[in-house]
């Protein structure tokens, strides 16, 4: 679990350490106490560590997400001891089309329903172990809810992966969100053949006018000059390798 620690502030007198924070520097606590106006979701994941006993009070945000991205500060009395910005990052994750997706919450669930989300415009995937029957079918059919569940871990799961999934997912307990992640989906890039030489060893002493090669399973279209035979084939598309007809030769060496 992701957490950021605001670096600490000393109080050797008796005046409480108040930490602010966004938005517009809300109070988020003092002294030990965390502020009871804040959000619920934020509430939660505020914590004041330090050696208390000799002044010294951390605020520590666990499970740090995008909308804590912003301004802190602690304050002794109203005197600024420390202001700092800080900027969170997504988490990104990347995986080639057509392979399998697997997302961990990493946090347990049995009593409240874990929920997955995820892309266009967090969509509720899943609740518990039932997918969402509002999901086009074709999405739907792809999703898996797998984990031990019986200790109250649920993960998502998306078959054969396409670009259409790239997006923002997030898995939430109640109103509560554990873990976002945003996916990016390549596609592969399709396999580029450079020109080859091959060595053939012909059996027959009679002349010969034409071959045939299969390589691969694939059956060349060949032309034969009586030394060499020039083997022509198709060229897969790719960014990296392109001519105007398509098509390549391979000398063979006879």
Request: hydrophobic share 35%; aromatic share 8%.
């Amino acid at each position: 679990m992701a957490k950021y620690i605001v670096n600490r502030a000393y109080n050797k007198k008796t005046l409480p350490v108040v930490w602010l924070g966004p938005p517009n520097f809300s109070r988020y606590s003092r002294g030990l106490q965390i502020d009871i106006d804040l959000p619920a979701e934020l509430r939660d994941r505020l914590l004041v560590t330090g050696d208390h006993g000799n002044g010294y009070y951390n605020l520590q945000v666990g499970n740090i997400r995008k909308a804590d991205s912003g301004d802190y500060m602690c304050k002794i009395g109203s005197r600024e001891i420390r202001s700092v910005n800080v900027q969170v990052k997504t988490q990104g994750l990347d995986i080639n089309e057509g392979e399998t997706l697997t997302l961990t919450c990493p946090r347990p669930s049995q009593t409240l329903p874990v929920v997955w989300l995820g892309p266009p415009n967090f969509s509720r995937y899943s609740r518990g172990l039932l997918i969402d029957i509002d999901l086009p079918a074709e999405l739907r059919d792809r999703l898996l809810v797998t984990g031990d569940h019986g200790n109250g871990y649920y993960n998502l799961q998306v078959g054969n992966i396409r670009k259409a999934d790239s997006g923002d997912y997030m898995c939430k307990i109640g109103s509560r969100e554990i873990r976002s992640v945003n996916v990016q989906v390549k596609t592969q890039g399709e396999a580029v053949y450079d020109d080859a030489i091959i060595e053939c060893n012909l059996l027959s002493l009679e002349p010969v006018e034409s071959l045939q090669v299969i390589i691969n399973r694939g059956i060349f279209q060949s032309i034969y000059d009586g030394r060499h035979l020039l083997l022509q084939s198709k060229l897969l598309r790719s960014s990296r390798a392109k001519n105007a007809a398509g098509w390549k030769l391979v000398r063979v060496a006879l």
